[in-house]
């Protein structure tokens, strides 16, 4: 069955440097991703799109790659500051539903 | 504030009760989606409205139902309640049916506490 992983463990970095969180997949060919940042007791809210057919998104300090043969995406946060310590959840679809396949998500926390 | 409301924000009940999530989509949205996310766990998709007509279904329990509305509000009844069930509630708004590209819009939870 279609699976996603997403590191389980919080990552610490500290403030100002690139933080890096992994989105894993199996059994799976997902023709979009997404990343969506989420607060404690609070909705998720998007981030970031990528297509299979690109190999790298960018939006400020945040950048997306794609490596369909690893069947993995990289989210980077550069210069990260405090402010940026949240969960962020990888997002795959279609599914044979037509709908997203989530990941559990990894608690990101920058200290100062 | 993603333009998505939900109601209520908090709900505390006991196993076998029966209750009624609310959501209210951002204007112009006429996609609804429901998501339960329990603790530690991804998010896990329920159901899917678009334009009042049920779209798509995913790991929703018998004991679940949902419907929208002519105004495209929607609503999450949850019947039978057991302690399983406790988890947070998502409603989620896009503009169509079609969330791979666009942005799915979430409102801020419906926290459900089953004793």
């Known amino acids: 069955s279609q699976k996603i992983e997403q590191n389980s463990e919080a990552l610490n970095i500290q403030e100002g440097k690139t933080a890096t969180l992994t989105c894993n997949y199996t059994?799976?060919?997902?023709?979009?991703l997404q990343w969506y940042r989420q607060d404690p007791g609070r909705g998720p809210v998007f981030l970031l799109l990528?297509?299979?057919n690109e190999k790298e998104k960018r939006k400020e300090r945040l950048k997306v790659t794609f490596d369909t043969t690893l069947k993995q995406s990289l989210f980077h946060i550069t210069a990260s500051q405090p402010a940026d310590s949240a969960t962020y959840l990888c997002?795959?679809?279609?599914?044979?539903?037509?709908?997203?396949?989530w990941g559990a998500g990894t608690k990101l926390i920058i200290k100062p | 504030d993603s333009g998505v409301t939900q109601t209520p924000k908090h709900l505390i009940t006991a196993t076998g009760q029966r209750v009624t999530l609310r959501c209210s989509p951002r204007?112009?949205?006429?996609?609804v989606y429901w998501y339960q996310q329990s603790l530690d766990q991804g998010l896990q998709f329920l159901i899917q409205?678009?334009?009042?007509?049920?779209?798509a279904k995913g790991n929703i329990l018998e004991r679940f139902s949902a419907q929208q509305f002519p105004d495209l509000h929607s609503e999450l009844n949850l019947s039978s309640l057991e302690l399983g069930d406790s988890a947070l509630y998502f409603c989620?708004?896009?503009?169509?049916?079609?969330?791979?590209?666009?942005?799915?819009?979430f409102g801020p939870g419906t926290r459900l506490t089953v004793l």
């Open positions: 059994n799976y060919s997902p023709a979009y």
């Open positions: 997002a795959l679809g279609p599914d044979s539903n037509y709908q997203l396949i």
């Open positions: 989620a708004s896009s503009p169509r049916d079609w969330i791979f590209t666009d942005t799915q819009y």
């Open positions: 409205y678009y334009n009042g007509e049920e779209r």
């Open positions: 990528i297509r299979e």
């Open positions: 204007s112009g949205d006429l996609s």
